[in-house]
């Protein structure tokens, strides 16, 4: 049999080269999220605008220094193990009748049951903590918003202030968002990264998020479950303003906006985008990334939910408008009922 002419210690020089080159590579990669982005909308968790952001923030720098508590020994471990042991050191001991240590043996099994139990209580915490469903701690009341997700953008309904919008998500600062999610068509999920949490949209049922910045600016929000051809653009800005822009905001809309008749609504149930919409609704004097709507009724939310469970599934019925003649108009065949974890289910009267 022929062997490898290489010497042995250029061998070992290499692997530990390719080791601290993927040591290097893992420092520099969280260092260039934490960098955040030089202009546009905030994108990243590690940059975040609102306590729960800043709270999942500090959990995942937690879990990565403890896990180094691994990792570390190994990086170092091996290059100086391949180091002490190369061919050509005649110093180091050879001892092939070596069988067993206890101490060896306490710290291969000991250190990483502890860390398990250590991530398992931060684990456990964290998700109580951090329940999406679990309102903030704040003393102005919350301002409520109802989501739904369509094909291939978010409607964005203000029920206590009668108006809506598709691609912004706007709310003044340091105000707690109580948020309830469903789908008027497929599974989607939505998530804010720089102010936290992921979340389920699903037709015919209700999901609950709570959410606050605190500070002004400009985030990205966007349906991470692929739903189809025009997925990538199911995308829409988070906006938080100070609470004078928000009232001049909404002021905005109650006087520009578009009323959200059946029409309307028939145009943002189809499988468009915001532009394609805006396009359609001739909402020219509109941001090129968002249409706005008046005159919407309260019960929205609760009448797309009541479709799907006998209730009237016309536009016009959804809208709190008179449904077209032959379609069905019996919204007492079941109902939602609450429960305290914020799910609804279907009771038949």
């Not at 260092?31 to 994108?43: E, K």
């Not at 985030?219 to 938080?240: P, S, W």
Request: aromatic share 10%; proline share 7%.
């Amino acid at each position: 049999m022929q062997l490898s002419r290489t010497p042995i210690w250029r061998t070992a020089s290499s692997h530990c080269r390719a080791v601290m080159a993927w040591f290097l590579l893992c420092i520099a990669c969280p260092s260039l999220a934490f960098a955040g982005t030089v202009q546009g909308p905030d994108v990243t968790f590690l940059d975040p605008h609102g306590p729960i952001a800043a709270a999942q923030r500090q959990h995942f720098i937690n879990v990565i220094l403890l896990m180094m508590i691994v990792i570390l020994p190994v990086l170092i471990g091996v290059p100086l193990l391949a180091w002490r042991y190369r061919y050509r050191n005649t110093a180091a001991r050879y001892e092939p009748k070596w069988e067993h240590s206890w101490t060896f043996e306490g710290v291969i099994w000991g250190v990483p049951m502890v860390i398990v139990a250590v991530l398992a209580i931060w684990l456990a915490h964290g998700t109580t903590t951090l329940d999406p469903y679990r309102a903030l701690k704040t003393d102005d009341a919350p301002l409520k918003v109802d989501v739904v997700g369509y094909d291939w953008k978010w409607l964005f309904v203000y029920p206590q202030l009668h108006i809506a919008s598709v691609g912004q998500l706007v709310f003044p600062e340091h105000r707690q968002l109580d948020m309830r999610l469903t789908s008027d068509s497929v599974m989607q999920s939505f998530l804010i990264p720089a102010l936290g949490s992921q979340i389920y949209a699903m037709a015919a049922m209700q999901t609950r998020l709570h959410l606050m910045a605190d500070s002004t600016g400009q985030f990205l929000g966007e349906n991470t479950q692929y739903d189809g051809m025009g997925f990538q653009h199911e995308k829409f800005i988070a906006r938080a303003t100070t609470r004078e822009g928000f009232r001049d905001w909404v002021t905005h809309v109650r006087a520009k906006g578009v009323p959200l008749t059946a029409k309307a609504y028939d145009v943002i149930r189809r499988d468009n985008t915001v532009p394609e919409i805006r396009t359609a609704l001739n909402a020219s004097n509109m941001p090129p990334d968002a249409v706005f709507f008046n005159d919407v009724t309260p019960s929205l939310f609760k009448n797309v939910i009541m479709s799907f469970h006998g209730g009237p599934s016309s536009s016009a019925a959804i809208v709190g408008g008179k449904p077209k003649p032959g379609t069905r108009s019996t919204p007492h065949i079941a109902q939602l009922t609450s429960h305290r974890n914020g799910h609804h289910t279907v009771g038949t009267e």
